[in-house]
């Protein structure tokens, strides 16, 4: 068994796709930490910044999903509101009396 293949089943985060930004994003974090800190071999630096890649892609994906989820409920809202009788100016207010 290779060392690369050894680490990767020593760590079972490795090539799993995150279901969370906060997830994500610490992972994320974890390996930029690992890479800026620790004196690692060539293949380990490959490794952390291949997964690193790929967690910042994930990260950007669900910012877009959550950014799209957000505009459309801003629109339904909108659309929502247009519904929404607004009073008039021509109604005699109770308290003028």
Same mark, same amino acid.
């Given at each position: @068994?290779?060392? +690369? *293949? %050894?680490?990767?089943d020593?760590?079972?985060? !490795?090539?799993? !796709?995150? =279901?969370?930004?906060?997830? %994500?994003?610490? *992972? $994320?974090e974890? =390996? !930029?930490?690992?890479?800026? #800190?620790?004196p $690692?071999?060539?293949?380990?630096?490959?490794? $952390?910044?291949?997964?690193?890649?790929?967690? %910042?892609? *994930?990260?950007?994906?669900l910012?877009? =999903? #959550?950014?799209?989820?957000m #505009?459309? $409920?801003?629109? =339904?809202? %909108?659309?929502? @509101? +247009?519904? !929404?009788?607004?009073?008039?100016?021509?109604?005699?207010?109770?308290?003028?009396?």
């Amino acid at each position: @068994m290779s060392p +690369r *293949r %050894a680490q990767q089943d020593s760590d079972p985060k !490795v090539d799993q !796709v995150p =279901a969370s930004f906060e997830d %994500a994003f610490s *992972r $994320l974090e974890d =390996a !930029v930490r690992k890479l800026e #800190t620790g004196p $690692l071999s060539l293949d380990n630096s490959i490794r $952390l910044f291949e997964e690193g890649m790929g967690l %910042a892609k *994930r990260c950007n994906e669900l910012l877009s =999903a #959550t950014e799209l989820k957000m #505009t459309r $409920l801003q629109s =339904a809202f %909108a659309e929502q @509101m +247009r519904f !929404v009788p607004e009073e008039s100016d021509d109604e005699p207010d109770d308290f003028d009396e």
